[in-house]
């Protein structure tokens, strides 16, 4: 189930990778599934809950997120082939510091305009991988992720403005004449399937206007060599960032902290 070396080196190249050996059992999108209906239910009442942007499902009370979650998503991150190939890509010591869930209802589902994540992540060293676990299958007709090849390799953030739109999930959208997006490649992947993506990465999704929902859950994991720093979050939260993160609660997947300084407490109560 590990990566082969090809696909390691379309990682490093496109800042991007599709593992061809490699499947989340159907068992495990089922029991994701229901996971997903019940926490539908348990936050249809909240007046700011939003299927299409679920932040912290992991979490079973944070005001913060303003979802009531269940910590049995946490096992959708401990996936032990996932690990392995997390593990071939940023080394052997790595830390979970989120989970969110991209619903994206069939008909009405929103689109994530083009952005960087590392735009807005109080991450330092700045370096950290998303791995994208499809649910339903995911193609152009539902707004598949789309990413921009290559535009990760500088290691850079682009210039980025920001468009508070109801049809976007994000608010950040990346200056048009900073890369050149006909470039563009769709993610196209079936139920179960995951993809693994640079931090640096131009991408983004059209809106769902097909019959069929593309529901993604998304894992935040960065090398325990980089610090999140909590106290930027707080700033980055005072500047008008909805997302938590001065109080993100992070959990050690494996290995060792060698940055010393991750506040493995705050965000678990």
């Not at 348990?42 to 809950?49: A, S, T, V």
């Amino acid at each position: 189930m590990l990566l082969t070396n090809t696909e390691i080196e379309t990682y490093r190249r496109d800042g991007l990778v599709i593992p061809s050996a490699f499947r989340v059992p159907d068992s495990m999108l089922k029991r994701i599934d229901e996971l997903y209906q019940k926490l539908l239910e348990d936050n249809r009442d909240r007046e700011d809950f939003s299927a299409d942007f679920i932040l912290g499902p992991h979490l079973d009370a944070n005001g913060t997120y303003g979802v009531k979650g269940d910590p049995e998503w946490l096992e959708f991150a401990k996936i032990p082939e996932i690990l392995d190939m997390v593990e071939q890509l940023i080394g052997p010591d790595f830390i979970l510091w989120g989970m969110t869930i991209f619903g994206k209802p069939a008909r009405h589902g929103k689109a994530t305009p083009w952005h960087q994540d590392g735009d807005y992540y109080p991450i330092e060293p700045l370096e950290t991988l998303t791995v994208w676990i499809s649910l339903d299958g995911s193609t152009p007709e539902q707004g598949c992720m789309k990413f921009i090849p290559g535009s990760h390799r500088e290691h850079r953030i682009y210039s980025h403005h920001f468009e508070h739109r109801d049809d976007y999930t994000l608010a950040q959208v990346i200056d048009d004449d900073q890369v050149d997006l006909e470039q563009a490649r769709d993610i196209v992947l079936a139920p179960g399937q995951i993809s693994l993506h640079d931090v640096y990465l131009v991408h983004g999704s059209d809106a769902n206007r097909s019959d069929r929902r593309r529901m993604g859950l998304v894992l935040r994991i960065m090398p325990a060599t980089s610090f999140y720093n909590h106290h930027s979050g707080k700033i980055k939260e005072d500047a008008g960032s909805p997302h938590g993160y001065s109080n993100r609660a992070l959990f050690l997947l494996r290995g060792e902290d060698k940055s010393g300084r991750n506040d493995f407490a705050r965000g678990h109560d």
